[in-house]
Protein backbone atom coordinates (compact mmCIF):
# COMPACT_ATOMS: atom_id res chain seq x y z
CA UNK A 1 0.00 0.00 0.00
CA UNK A 2 1.03 3.94 -0.90
CA UNK A 3 1.96 5.86 1.70
CA UNK A 4 3.32 9.38 2.17
CA UNK A 5 3.48 10.90 5.93
CA UNK A 6 4.20 14.34 5.92
CA UNK A 7 6.28 16.20 8.54
CA UNK A 8 7.39 19.71 9.30
CA UNK A 9 4.45 22.10 9.16
CA UNK A 10 4.15 24.41 12.02
CA UNK A 11 3.91 28.17 12.86
CA UNK A 12 6.96 30.41 11.46
CA UNK A 13 7.27 34.59 11.38
CA UNK A 14 7.11 36.35 7.70
CA UNK A 15 10.73 35.97 6.48
CA UNK A 16 11.44 32.20 8.33
CA UNK A 17 12.14 29.27 6.97
CA UNK A 18 10.87 26.14 7.08
CA UNK A 19 11.73 22.56 5.75
CA UNK A 20 8.94 20.13 5.10
CA UNK A 21 9.69 16.24 5.14
CA UNK A 22 7.45 13.72 3.53
CA UNK A 23 8.27 9.69 4.09
CA UNK A 24 7.37 7.37 1.35
CA UNK A 25 6.41 3.29 1.83
CA UNK A 26 4.65 0.49 -0.13
CA UNK A 27 6.62 1.64 -3.68
CA UNK A 28 9.81 1.83 -5.20
CA UNK A 29 10.43 5.71 -4.17
CA UNK A 30 13.24 6.23 -6.29
CA UNK A 31 11.52 5.22 -9.65
CA UNK A 32 8.78 7.89 -9.56
CA UNK A 33 8.66 11.36 -9.85
CA UNK A 34 7.41 13.48 -6.23
CA UNK A 35 5.44 16.49 -6.20
CA UNK A 36 4.33 18.74 -3.18
CA UNK A 37 1.35 20.68 -3.73
CA UNK A 38 -0.57 23.11 -1.52
CA UNK A 39 -3.88 23.99 -0.70
CA UNK A 40 -4.98 27.23 1.46
CA UNK A 41 -8.01 26.67 3.82
CA UNK A 42 -11.07 26.94 1.73
CA UNK A 43 -9.39 27.45 -1.96
CA UNK A 44 -7.95 25.35 -4.89
CA UNK A 45 -4.73 23.18 -4.90
CA UNK A 46 -1.95 24.82 -6.25
CA UNK A 47 0.98 23.13 -7.62
CA UNK A 48 4.35 23.83 -5.89
CA UNK A 49 7.13 21.69 -6.92
CA UNK A 50 8.23 18.58 -8.26
CA UNK A 51 11.18 16.53 -8.67
CA UNK A 52 12.32 13.54 -11.42
CA UNK A 53 14.10 10.66 -10.51
CA UNK A 54 16.80 12.13 -12.26
CA UNK A 55 16.86 15.00 -9.99
CA UNK A 56 15.24 17.63 -12.30
CA UNK A 57 13.26 19.97 -10.66
CA UNK A 58 10.65 22.14 -11.23
CA UNK A 59 8.73 24.87 -9.70
CA UNK A 60 5.59 27.64 -10.57
CA UNK A 61 6.86 31.53 -10.35
CA UNK A 62 5.45 32.16 -6.85
CA UNK A 63 7.86 30.18 -5.47
CA UNK A 64 11.28 29.62 -7.76
CA UNK A 65 13.53 31.01 -5.79
CA UNK A 66 12.55 30.56 -2.64
CA UNK A 67 11.83 27.09 -2.12
CA UNK A 68 13.98 24.46 -3.11
CA UNK A 69 12.57 20.78 -4.02
CA UNK A 70 14.92 17.79 -2.81
CA UNK A 71 15.03 13.72 -2.52
CA UNK A 72 16.69 11.27 -0.60
CA UNK A 73 16.28 8.06 -2.28
CA UNK A 74 18.11 5.72 0.18
CA UNK A 75 16.10 7.20 2.93
CA UNK A 76 12.44 7.24 0.73
CA UNK A 77 12.37 10.99 1.64
CA UNK A 78 11.49 13.60 0.49
CA UNK A 79 11.65 17.60 1.02
CA UNK A 80 10.82 20.80 0.60
CA UNK A 81 13.18 23.88 1.89
CA UNK A 82 10.67 27.38 1.96
CA UNK A 83 12.72 29.94 2.63
CA UNK A 84 11.29 33.61 2.36
CA UNK A 85 8.30 32.59 3.90
CA UNK A 86 4.91 35.07 3.45
CA UNK A 87 1.74 35.10 4.54
CA UNK A 88 0.67 33.81 1.29
CA UNK A 89 1.95 30.78 1.51
CA UNK A 90 -0.12 29.59 4.59
CA UNK A 91 -1.43 26.42 3.76
CA UNK A 92 -1.97 22.61 3.85
CA UNK A 93 1.27 20.73 2.11
CA UNK A 94 0.59 17.67 0.53
CA UNK A 95 3.52 15.20 -0.36
CA UNK A 96 1.89 13.77 -3.78
CA UNK A 97 3.60 10.71 -6.09
CA UNK A 98 3.77 11.23 -9.42
CA UNK A 99 4.79 9.25 -13.01
CA UNK A 100 7.68 6.37 -13.23
CA UNK A 101 8.85 7.93 -16.97
CA UNK A 102 8.42 11.62 -17.04
CA UNK A 103 6.97 14.90 -14.89
CA UNK A 104 4.41 15.23 -17.14
CA UNK A 105 2.51 12.05 -15.83
CA UNK A 106 0.00 13.05 -13.51
CA UNK A 107 -0.30 11.99 -9.51
CA UNK A 108 -1.43 9.38 -8.54
CA UNK A 109 -1.09 9.16 -4.56
CA UNK A 110 -1.39 11.96 -2.04
CA UNK A 111 -0.20 12.26 1.57
CA UNK A 112 -2.53 13.65 4.36
CA UNK A 113 -0.69 16.96 4.24
CA UNK A 114 1.05 19.26 6.76
CA UNK A 115 0.00 22.71 7.66
CA UNK A 116 2.17 25.70 7.31
CA UNK A 117 0.90 28.77 8.86
CA UNK A 118 3.54 32.25 8.38
CA UNK A 119 2.36 34.87 10.67
CA UNK A 120 3.65 37.04 13.03
CA UNK B 1 -7.41 33.16 -11.11
CA UNK B 2 -6.66 29.09 -12.05
CA UNK B 3 -5.13 28.33 -15.31
CA UNK B 4 -7.13 25.73 -15.88
CA UNK B 5 -11.04 27.09 -15.51
CA UNK B 6 -13.88 25.62 -14.09
CA UNK B 7 -17.45 26.44 -12.64
CA UNK B 8 -17.35 26.92 -8.66
CA UNK B 9 -20.36 24.70 -8.74
CA UNK B 10 -22.80 22.25 -9.75
CA UNK B 11 -25.29 20.91 -7.82
CA UNK B 12 -27.83 17.88 -9.00
CA UNK B 13 -30.59 14.80 -7.50
CA UNK B 14 -29.98 11.22 -6.87
CA UNK B 15 -29.66 9.29 -10.09
CA UNK B 16 -28.86 12.19 -11.98
CA UNK B 17 -26.43 12.99 -14.28
CA UNK B 18 -24.18 16.19 -13.90
CA UNK B 19 -21.02 17.34 -15.78
CA UNK B 20 -18.32 19.17 -15.10
CA UNK B 21 -15.90 21.60 -17.14
CA UNK B 22 -12.36 22.42 -17.38
CA UNK B 23 -11.13 24.64 -20.11
CA UNK B 24 -7.62 25.84 -20.74
CA UNK B 25 -5.35 26.25 -23.60
CA UNK B 26 -3.13 24.74 -25.75
CA UNK B 27 -0.33 25.11 -23.77
CA UNK B 28 -2.02 22.85 -21.25
CA UNK B 29 -5.09 20.77 -22.29
CA UNK B 30 -4.93 20.95 -25.49
CA UNK B 31 -1.37 19.34 -25.56
CA UNK B 32 -1.32 17.06 -22.87
CA UNK B 33 -3.84 14.91 -20.67
CA UNK B 34 -6.15 15.89 -18.12
CA UNK B 35 -6.39 14.34 -14.50
CA UNK B 36 -9.61 14.67 -12.10
CA UNK B 37 -9.50 14.73 -8.43
CA UNK B 38 -12.28 13.83 -6.09
CA UNK B 39 -11.93 15.72 -2.59
CA UNK B 40 -14.06 14.75 0.16
CA UNK B 41 -14.73 17.12 2.68
CA UNK B 42 -11.81 17.37 5.39
CA UNK B 43 -9.87 14.67 3.25
CA UNK B 44 -6.63 14.32 1.01
CA UNK B 45 -7.53 14.39 -3.27
CA UNK B 46 -7.77 11.01 -4.51
CA UNK B 47 -7.08 10.37 -8.24
CA UNK B 48 -10.67 9.79 -10.22
CA UNK B 49 -9.62 10.14 -14.09
CA UNK B 50 -6.02 10.10 -15.63
CA UNK B 51 -4.82 10.43 -19.07
CA UNK B 52 -8.28 12.01 -19.98
CA UNK B 53 -10.40 9.58 -19.60
CA UNK B 54 -8.98 6.29 -17.43
CA UNK B 55 -9.99 5.18 -14.24
CA UNK B 56 -7.84 3.39 -11.55
CA UNK B 57 -8.89 0.41 -10.06
CA UNK B 58 -11.69 1.16 -7.33
CA UNK B 59 -12.65 3.90 -8.83
CA UNK B 60 -16.39 3.10 -10.27
CA UNK B 61 -17.74 3.30 -14.02
CA UNK B 62 -20.19 6.37 -13.32
CA UNK B 63 -17.19 8.34 -13.29
CA UNK B 64 -15.80 9.50 -17.03
CA UNK B 65 -13.63 11.89 -18.33
CA UNK B 66 -13.13 13.24 -21.72
CA UNK B 67 -11.88 15.75 -24.02
CA UNK B 68 -12.03 17.77 -26.59
CA UNK B 69 -9.53 20.74 -28.07
CA UNK B 70 -8.74 22.42 -25.25
CA UNK B 71 -11.38 21.43 -22.84
CA UNK B 72 -12.59 18.50 -20.66
CA UNK B 73 -15.48 17.37 -18.89
CA UNK B 74 -16.14 15.02 -15.94
CA UNK B 75 -19.37 13.39 -16.06
CA UNK B 76 -21.08 11.59 -13.36
CA UNK B 77 -23.72 9.40 -13.90
CA UNK B 78 -26.43 7.89 -11.33
CA UNK B 79 -25.26 10.63 -8.60
CA UNK B 80 -24.79 9.55 -5.16
CA UNK B 81 -24.77 11.61 -1.85
CA UNK B 82 -21.31 9.96 -1.42
CA UNK B 83 -20.16 12.34 -4.51
CA UNK B 84 -20.67 15.15 -2.97
CA UNK B 85 -17.04 16.67 -2.71
CA UNK B 86 -14.73 19.21 -4.30
CA UNK B 87 -13.35 18.06 -7.77
CA UNK B 88 -10.05 19.42 -9.57
CA UNK B 89 -9.30 19.32 -13.15
CA UNK B 90 -5.35 19.26 -13.65
CA UNK B 91 -2.53 19.40 -16.74
CA UNK B 92 0.82 19.97 -17.81
CA UNK B 93 1.51 23.19 -19.01
CA UNK B 94 4.05 23.21 -21.79
CA UNK B 95 5.73 26.05 -19.79
CA UNK B 96 7.29 23.55 -17.16
CA UNK B 97 4.96 23.58 -14.74
CA UNK B 98 1.09 21.79 -13.92
CA UNK B 99 -1.77 23.38 -13.42
CA UNK B 100 -5.41 22.96 -11.75
CA UNK B 101 -8.58 23.90 -12.02
CA UNK B 102 -10.03 26.40 -9.18
CA UNK B 103 -12.27 23.23 -7.96
CA UNK B 104 -15.94 22.59 -8.42
CA UNK B 105 -17.93 21.94 -5.45
CA UNK B 106 -20.54 19.23 -6.11
CA UNK B 107 -23.97 19.38 -4.20
CA UNK B 108 -26.09 16.49 -4.08
CA UNK B 109 -29.59 17.73 -3.25
Known amino acids: EVQLVESGGGLVQPGGSLRLSCAAS????????MHWVRQATGKGLEWVSA???????YYPGSVKGRFTISRENAKNSLYLQMNSLRAGDTAVYYC??????????????WGQGTLVTVSS | QSVLTQPPSASGTPGQRVTISCSGS????????VYWYQQLPGTAPKLLIY???QRPSGVPDRFSGSKSGTSASLAISGLRSEDEADYYC??????????FGGGTKLTVL
Open chain 2, 90 to 99: AAWDDSLSWV
Open chain 1, 26 to 33: GFTFSSYD
Open chain 1, 96 to 109: ARGGMTTVTTGIDY
Open chain 2, 51 to 53: RNN
Open chain 1, 51 to 57: IGTAGDT
Open chain 2, 26 to 33: SSNIGSNY
